[in-house]
């Protein structure tokens, strides 16, 4: 349903514009841009959300980091698999930085030494993540699995998301399969393996590679100790942190590639309606009649809702691009191996600078 009604549209524009132009105009014109409002308010929000949580989370693991260090080694490990787990159930939350926290904690106190502490780390993590990934497959997975609502709503009978069904449910080391289960994030992956009612066994045996990001991850927040020492440290340091990142884009590549890949060659066969979808085809169909049925159109709205809602709408895209292309004037940096005796929320050398309250205050 549109703006205007399609006579409203504008006028054309004889000898300014093509014919296709015109007609994508049109369209434009017609737009639900009460609906599109919605969406503007929904998506600022979880960007904003995304933006903000690594910043405090760093704060958060430094404060951890100075309390449990004078605690004994084996409390550090529990402590450190406690917060992770923490950590990965929580939706919005990055889990990878737990990596770099505990090996920055855990490699400075080992008793056995460095290295030894640096490998402990490893282990750790890497049966943090895998513990965690069966925490969220079969506790969250399975039991959101039962509601048809939430099926129907995350379109487990859709095509993409039968693509990614038809590719996890392939037996041992996939390449499709790992690219997926390391590539994806953590929480939506897991989650959708355990509405999917996948292999527990099979899914945690895909996830198996990301110990090639895990440790390089894990090695930079255990060399970051070392890099007073020698110049070397530091640049190893930093190569650690290169290796992480192009890990993380050849999985991220490898899920986009192995989904249109298997668009590709089952198409037909994704698209095709299937009996044990029929229940969610309904709830699709009676909440498509409902909407058509239900209709609130921007002109429907009064005046003095029209003006709040729009400017707030129009506030929080400015905000959002504030935040994301001019990050550094309105954070500082805070990195989770510095000292929190050193931590400022405000003011000069804050981590929240004048120009970032100003953009809060108007989210």
């Known amino acids: 349903r549109g703006w205007l009604a399609p006579e409203a549209s504008p006028r054309r524009c004889r000898g300014l514009l093509t014919d296709r132009v015109q007609a994508q105009l049109d369209a434009a014109w017609a737009w639900d841009f009460l609906g599109i409002t919605w969406w503007i308010y929904l998506l600022a929000f979880l960007l904003i959300l995304w933006k903000l949580t690594p910043i405090f ?24 698999y406690a917060a992770g787990m923490f950590l990965f159930m929580l939706p919005p939350v990055p889990g990878p930085p737990i ?51 939430v099926r129907a ?30 590539g994806g994030p953590d929480w ?22 990301i110990i ?13 100790l070392k890099r007073d020492h020698s110049e070397v440290w530091m640049r190893a340091g930093n190569l650690m942190f290169t290796l992480t990142v192009l890990t993380s884009v050849v999985f991220w590549a490898g899920m986009a590639w192995a989904i249109q890949n298997e ?51 129009a506030g929080l895209t400015l905000v959002t691009y504030v935040l994301f292309f001019r990050g550094k004037s309105c954070f500082g940096e805070f990195k989770v191996t510095d000292s929190i005796e050193r931590f400022r929320m405000f003011g000069r050398g804050g981590l929240i600078k004048p120009v970032g309250v100003a953009c809060l205050a108007v989210a």
Not at 62 to 80: D, K
Not at 304 to 311: D, I, S, T
Request: hydrophobic residues 50%; charged residues 15%.
């Open 263 to 313: 668009f590709d060659r089952n198409h037909a066969e994704l698209s095709r309606p299937k009996e044990e979808f029929v229940d969610l085809d309904w709830l699709d169909h009676r909440a498509s009649v409902i909407n058509e049925r239900c209709v609130l159109r921007w002109p429907d709205m009064p005046p003095l809702l029209r003006v709040p809602f729009a400017g707030g709408a």
């Open 153 to 182: 709503t995350v379109g487990v009978h859709k095509p993409f998301i039968r693509a990614i069904e038809a590719i996890l449910r392939q037996p041992g080391l996939r390449f499709g399969k790992c690219m997926i289960l390391c």
């Open 188 to 209: 939506p992956t897991s989650v959708l393996a355990g509405m999917l009612k996948l292999s527990l066994a099979q899914c945690l045996l895909g996830t198996c590679p």
């Open 57 to 80: 989370l760093n704060v958060g693991l430094a404060a951890m980091s100075n309390w449990i260090g004078g605690l004994p080694f084996g409390v550090i490990l529990v402590c450190t």
């Open 99 to 149: 990596y770099l926290f505990g090996g920055f904690v855990i490699s400075d106190k080992c008793p056995w030494g460095f290295w030894w502490g640096a490998f402990i780390c490893i282990v750790l993590c890497f049966f943090l993540k895998l513990s965690a990934c069966a925490v969220q497959q079969k506790v969250f997975g399975q039991l959101l699995g039962r509601y048809h609502t």
């Open 212 to 224: 090639l990001n895990v440790v390089p991850l894990a090695l930079t927040g255990s060399f970051y």
